[in-house]
């Protein structure tokens, strides 16, 4: 395809500069002040050093810095990275070392935070306001890389090693096209609320990108939580189109519930739209009831940009599945020893101009699930006769907590750090918010006297919010097989 995303935004941005752009703290921004905020990064990050085939890594809430840095960074032929402060220490720390950036730019409420993780890396550290302007630096010459990659997306592996996703431009480009080809009522001059984690590939290509390049408008809100932020940006800015995960469809229809916001104000918007994980059918019944309309649901993934199927419209809309695959996928249904199979169940591969070409500096780990240009998507589907899919259950034992990935290992080594725990075993169990949280199974070393509210507590100093166990459960013995190894399927029947 050869599309360059910061020309393709560029394009759309030159063409009616006074036309509104972006909405931030109660003020509406025109196209002509978004170049000139990135044109402003561009110049200081040139100034600083920043050369082709660099990263810059962000650790800031939503802000108009994270689409003007993003633009600037494509601009000198560079990879933007935005990852997770709260993701923990060691882990974030590990990220950096595989990405190796030019420097990490930190919001000012973050900085304190940042540096104390980042205080052993070789890195430049750049406080940077939400409005700018970018600071000049000294940055740290890394090694190259493709100017193709846009966005590199840092994730915890399944045993704790860092992963990163490296999408291209026209990873990106191409979901872009095929959400806004399917996606029916979204249109240009449609309002957006970019309120996902940007360090989320969700959050990023859907409501950040997407908009920019449909000649849509962006009403950037920080973070969802605390809500008052968010909810003044869907009343003032006027927001017609929401993504979001299913904890934040909870909240919304809660607060119309108490009276905090008009019944019309959501009812009216044009698209509600969940991702990152399924919607407990309870939420769907009250959508319809409170909402007047229900809450369609798509289907995605880091690797794949992320849309991989996406619900048409609410006249199309199915409940309990993700729609069609967008234009452009080929898929296919295997078993879990990869073998084809003709059933309409089975892990589902995929192959489509959105899909990554493999994992960052990560041979071993693009060996395991890519396969002669097929993904190994991991998830359990089975697609109906007329092409729409239900996603049943995940391979993996990944736990989606409110569209995030836990990996029970990352939290069992933390579990295993305590000196009054012998084995801990992570699992996912069902929340009505969340759709699951961590739950924990404990077995204590010899004479150990140790709570459950201690174990949390542990877990609350060492681990992101997310990734905490809610529940703890004590063992005397663990379910054992034949070959000696703990039966984790056993568990997870138990804690459900």
Known sequence: ?????????????????????????????????????????????????????????????NSPMIPALSLAVW???????????????????GTLELLEPFAVVVSEAVRDEAKAILQEGAFAIVTCPP??????????????????IAVIFATSGTTGTPKAVPL???????????????????????????????????????CIVLPLIMDAMLAIVPGF???????????????????????????????????AIPRETIGDMKILMSGGDRMAPELHDSARKIFGKD????????????????????????????????????????????????????????????????????????????????????????VLEDGYVEVLGRVTDIIIVGGFNVHPQEVEQVLHTHPAIDTAIVVGIPHRVNGEVPMAFVKKTSDADITELEIIKYCKEQLAHYKVP???????????????????????????
């Open 1 to 61: 395809m050869g599309a360059r995303l910061e020309n393709v935004i560029d394009e759309r941005l030159r063409d009616a500069p006074d036309a509104r752009c972006f909405w931030w703290e109660g003020v509406w921004y025109s196209r002509e002040d978004f170049r000139n905020l990135t044109e402003s990064c561009r110049q200081a990050l040139l100034d600083s050093g920043f050369t082709p085939g660099q990263r810059l890594c962000v650790l800031m809430q």
């Open 75 to 93: 601009q000198l032929g560079g990879s933007f990275c935005p990852l997770n402060v709260k993701s923990g220490m060691a882990s974030l720390a």
């Open 131 to 148: 409005m700018g302007p970018l600071p000049r630096f000294k940055g740290s010459r890394s090694s190259y890389e493709s100017p193709d």
């Open 168 to 206: 291209s431009h026209d990873n990106i480009y191409s979901n872009c096209l095929g959400i806004r080809e399917i996606i029916r009522p979204i249109e240009p001059g449609d309002v957006f609320l970019n309120v996902l984690p940007n360090f989320h590939s969700f959050g990023y290509t859907i």
């Open 225 to 259: 939580f605390p809500p008052q932020a968010a909810m003044r940006a869907i009343l003032e800015a006027e927001v017609n189109v929401l993504f979001g995960v299913p904890a934040i469809f909870s909240y919304l229809l809660g607060a119309v519930e108490r009276g």
């Open 295 to 382: 809450i369609m649901e798509g289907y995605g993934l880091t690797e794949a940009s992320p849309a991989v199927a996406i619900s048409r419209s609410y006249e199309e809309y199915r409940q309990g599945t993700a729609g069609p695959f967008l234009e452009g996928y080929e898929w296919q249904l295997r078993t879990e020893s990869r073998e084809r199979t003709e059933k309409n169940e089975g892990v589902l591969w995929i192959k489509s101009p959105s899909v990554a070409a493999g994992y960052f500096r990560a041979p071993e780990l693009t060996a395991e699930r890519f396969h002669d240009g097929w993904f190994d998507t991991g998830d359990y589907v089975r």
């Open 470 to 496: 809610r529940k703890i459960e004590f063992l005397d013995e663990f379910p054992i097989s034949s070959t000696g190894k703990i039966l984790r399927r056993v568990l997870c029947e138990r804690a459900s």
